[in-house]
């Protein structure tokens, strides 16, 4: 087993497979030999309200909370949504955001992806921007974008998982009906991450 260990805040609303994505993650790093501890933390968790997981990964993992400014990396499956915990990520640590802004039906209030991207670039953070939804828009079905996202963090090598684990732990985890184009979705996310991986350098290690 690679001695490594991972904090990773993922942020969104509910109906976009936080759950989900944080479970595969977890099982597939358990599949690795690390010790693995989630914690679900949210508000209203029907769709469209906050939701946020914590998944701690690691070879002796004791607290499944991840303390103020210890998070290596937080993922926010909606853009609004990692303003609100912004103060989990540790300096210089990855903010990856999907390129998604949902906007409560209560509100006349107009926000715009590109006023929220100028503000994250002023932060001190490995900032990534992924259109993951727009990815899983163009297979037909955008409940994948959360597979998109882990197959870039795989492919990238932000997670000390194999490709193998992950598409085990899919296979095993999804009803069959949903299998393969959460597969795809996996694999475009897959693709992007090593284009990444190669131009960028990431690591976490």
């Known amino acids: 087993m690679r001695d490594k260990h991972v904090n990773l805040i993922i942020t969104g609303v509910g109906g976009q497979g936080i759950l989900v994505?944080?479970?595969?993650?977890?099982e597939a790093a358990i599949k690795e030999g690390y010790q693995v501890k989630?914690?679900?933390?949210?508000?209203?968790?029907?769709r469209g309200g906050s939701l946020v997981t914590h998944v701690r990964i690691g070879k002796h993992v004791k607290s499944p909370l991840i303390p103020k400014f210890k998070a290596d990396m937080l993922i926010s499956m909606e853009a609004m949504e990692s303003i609100r915990c912004l103060d989990y990520i540790k300096p210089k640590g990855y903010l990856i955001i999907n390129k998604y802004i949902l906007v409560p039906a209560d509100t006349s209030i107009s926000i715009k992806f590109e006023d929220?991207?100028?503000?994250?670039?002023?932060?001190?953070?490995r900032l990534i921007v992924l259109d993951a939804y727009r990815i899983s828009s163009q297979l037909g079905e955008t409940r994948t974008t959360n597979m998109v996202v882990l197959g870039f963090l795989i492919g990238s090598n932000?997670?000390?998982i194999s490709k193998n684990s992950a598409l085990k732990t899919i296979e095993a985890t999804l009803p069959p009906r949903f299998k393969e184009v959460n597969f795809k979705a996996f694999n475009e996310g897959y693709k992007l991450g090593l284009g990444?991986?190669?131009e960028k350098n990431l690591s976490l290690y």
């Open 21 to 26: 994505l944080s479970r595969v993650i977890g």
């Open 158 to 160: 932000l997670l000390p």
């Open 196 to 198: 990444y991986r190669i």
């Open 116 to 125: 929220l991207l100028t503000y994250l670039k002023s932060l001190e953070y």
């Open 38 to 46: 989630i914690a679900e933390v949210h508000g209203m968790a029907q």
